[in-house]
Nanobody, 120 residues
């Protein structure tokens, strides 16, 4: 079994920073793309940022210049550094990873989510 465990969410004032982490564990053979989605109440899920196994990154327009995604392949961990946070960044943040197991093809796995709340 493969699990993704997130940490780092919380309450922060507008203009502040948070760093989210997501670590894969279990029967992991290789990790392809990793990334973060977010979803606020009443809104559609939005892809925030993604990073390939070679480090190529993409960002949604709403977070470009403020958020930075990175990964540590040795630690099987993806990070999301969020700076200059705005109230509209408040949402549940979910990490995902495309992971091949020891004896299985690659599947998409999801973390349990971590809440980010930005007060004005």
């Amino acid at each position: 079994q493969v699990q993704l465990v997130e940490s780092g969410g919380g309450l922060v004032q507008a203009g502040g920073s948070l760093r989210l982490s997501c670590t894969a564990s279990g029967s992991v053979f290789s990790i392809n793309a990793m990334g973060w989605y977010r979803q606020a109440p009443g809104k559609q899920r939005e892809l925030v940022a993604s990073i390939t196994s070679t480090g190529r990154t993409t960002y949604s327009d709403s977070v470009k210049g403020r958020f930075t995604i990175s990964r540590d392949n040795a630690k099987k961990t993806v990070y999301l550094q969020m700076n200059s946070l705005k109230p509209e960044d408040s949402a549940g943040y979910y990490c995902y990873a495309n992971i091949a197991g020891l004896t299985t093809r690659a599947y998409d796995y999801w973390g349990q989510g971590t809440q980010v709340t930005v007060s004005s």
